[in-house]
């Protein structure tokens, strides 16, 4: 019953992100075609600018399918909606939400409560990554093209450990405090000053946590990030288990 | 002695930032009691339910409930198991329906009893269907009875239960109260500000005043012992100086002394005829006097 309880506390987040993320990979997969026909004009775009340069690189990297997907999907959407909607699902903690005395007064310990709603919000989480990800590849013979599911999956994956990075923070702020706004917020205003961090200090860029999930090792050498995905679920758990222990300790 | 006592605090402390809500709370609630748990806003009464409930964590003191510790954890969970709760907010989930309520609840809980389940919706009349959000105060109060009275609970707890509600409905939850403990095993204890509800329900009572019992025991053996012995002077009063046990408050206003005393009237009065008064008079004191003299008395 408690995994019902998450479910409902949880629903419309995850619903509404899920119905956003399969829209979006509908749409990005059918306007391939448009790209396509826009691809001719590349050469004309003046790189005497830095802007004009960006543009094109950004332009080129469509000329291959699989770039495009990359640039337009695993660099993109999900990234930026997906991180809102880890941190939405996280948010609200397992008490906080509802009825707290009541949720407390249940014969179930705090532990329970919240590993309970961990797993259920990561669950979610994971549904949210995977499923639209894995319509690329479903989708792209639509458009006449390919695209493997290894690669699908292992973006997926990338998405998924870093965004539970911010799922984990929001998660972690919940039990900190009483309403639902301040950790969506606060978790929100972290990720924005982290991808602000990347956007600005180039250099470091490929150390950073959007790069990570963005997958953009893998793209461009195949490798996958082992260190970096290691590094963020070691994070994640690190603050899953913050969270249990305010949780434990909090007075309601 | 001990496994008579279903909740049993000693010296229970709680700090909330530098601030003390329980400050050496003593309190012992017998097995099958109607207990009152009677104080004025922010006297104790909800911290010391949190306490019992494992919601706060106490910061010195003792507390056990069926012997056992509040603030340890799978005591906690134990203690939970067998209690049923109500919060003074009547805290529920708005987005469920009363079904849903009903059956998330009884998942939790074994004992279970499908019986009373279908006894009280009628009883209480709650739509199944409807949203808790859209239920109006006095059906959420009735909902939040119906979850915590048909679990098979040895103790109920409840925080204000008739808070909010108008005098038809306070009315009704306390009679339903009444006919369900009446057939079941079980211990209540209740908190309150409303000395009428007390007096209405309860069989035994503690007074809390900040963050102390300042007052506990059977209703009847308050009623039987307090006492109010007003002695009037035909001149100023004396100042009065009684060494008898018992006195717990003395009052003296130009030619009249009010003593309240919590037993020993008899001596009290034979101290008070050597002052020379002109007249004696020992009245039995009701509960709200008593709540009034010990609570409000010591702002």
Redesign the interface.
């Known amino acids: 019953m408690l995994w019902y309880k998450s479910w409902l506390d949880t629903r419309w987040r995850f619903l509404i992100g899920l119905a956003l993320l399969v829209l979006a990979a509908f749409g990005i997969v059918l306007y391939y075609p448009e790209v396509v026909k826009l691809l001719p004009l590349v050469p004309s775009i003046d790189t005497s600018s830095g802007l004009g340069r960006r543009i094109k690189e950004a332009a080129e990297l469509q000329r291959t399918y699989g770039g495009y997907i990359f640039s337009q999907w695993f660099g993109q959407t999900p990234t930026q909606i997906g991180t809102l909607f880890a941190v939405l699902l996280g948010s609200g903690g397992a008490v906080s939400q509802g009825a707290p005395l009541f949720t407390l007064s249940l014969p179930v310990s705090r532990n329970r409560l919240f590993a309970v709603r961990a797993a259920a919000g990561l669950a979610e989480w994971l549904v949210l990554a995977l499923v639209p990800s894995l319509l690329i590849p479903l989708l792209s013979p639509a458009v006449g093209q390919t695209y493997g599911i290894g690669s699908a999956l292992v973006h997926a994956t990338c998405l998924f450990v870093v965004g539970a990075v911010f799922f984990s923070l929001a998660l972690l702020l919940s039990t900190v405090f009483t309403d639902f706004w301040r950790p969506l917020l606060l978790a929100c205003a972290a990720a924005f000053v982290l991808g602000l961090a990347e956007l600005l200090a180039r250099d470091l860029s490929r150390y950073g946590l959007f790069t990570l999930m963005r997958g953009e090792v893998y793209f461009r050498t195949g490798a996958l990030p082992w260190q970096g995905l290691l590094v963020s679920a070691a994070l994640s758990v690190s603050m899953l288990y913050g969270a249990a222990m305010n949780l434990a300790r909090r007075d309601f | 002695m001990a496994d008579a006592w279903v909740i049993e605090t000693t010296d229970l402390r709680k700090t909330?930032d530098g601030t003390e809500a329980l400050r050496g709370l003593t309190l012992q609630v017998p097995a099958g009691s109607v207990f009152g748990f009677l104080g004025k806003n922010g006297a104790g009464k909800t911290t010391t339910i949190?306490v019992l409930?494992?919601?706060?964590?106490p910061t010195g003191g003792d507390a056990r409930v069926f012997g056992l510790a509040a603030d340890a954890?799978?005591a906690?969970?134990?203690i939970?198991?067998r209690?049923g709760?109500v919060?003074e907010?009547k805290?529920?989930?708005?987005?469920?329906d009363v079904e849903t309520m009903i059956r998330?609840?009884a998942?939790?809980?074994p004992r279970w009893s499908r019986d009373l389940e279908r006894r009280y919706l009628r009883k209480f009349d709650l739509p199944l269907d409807r949203k808790v959000k859209a239920l109006s105060r006095g059906m959420r109060t009735k909902l939040a009875l119906l979850v915590a009275l048909c679990r098979g609970a040895e103790l109920l707890v409840l925080d204000e239960p008739t808070s909010g509600l108008d005098p038809a409905m306070t009315e009704e939850v306390l009679q339903a109260l009444v006919s369900h403990v009446a057939g079941e095993q079980m211990t209540v204890f209740f908190s309150s500000h409303q000395i009428a509800e007390v007096e209405q329900i309860a069989d035994r009572v503690a007074i809390v005043d900040r963050g102390r019992v300042v007052v506990a025991g059977a209703l009847d053996d308050l009623r039987e012992s307090y006492r109010r012995i007003q002695l009037v002077f035909d001149r100023e009063a004396p100042q009065p100086a009684f060494r008898a046990p018992g006195v717990v408050r003395v009052r003296r206003d130009r030619r009249v002394i009010t003593v309240l005393s919590s037993a020993g009237a008899e001596a009290i009065v034979d101290e008070a005829r050597a002052l020379g008064p002109t007249s004696v008079d020992v009245v039995p004191v009701a509960l709200k006097e008593i709540f009034l003299e010990t609570v409000v008395g010591e702002d």
């Open positions: 909330y949190k409930l494992g919601m706060v964590r954890q799978p906690s969970v134990e939970r198991r209690t709760f919060s907010d805290d529920l989930f708005d987005y469920m998330f609840t998942a939790f809980y």
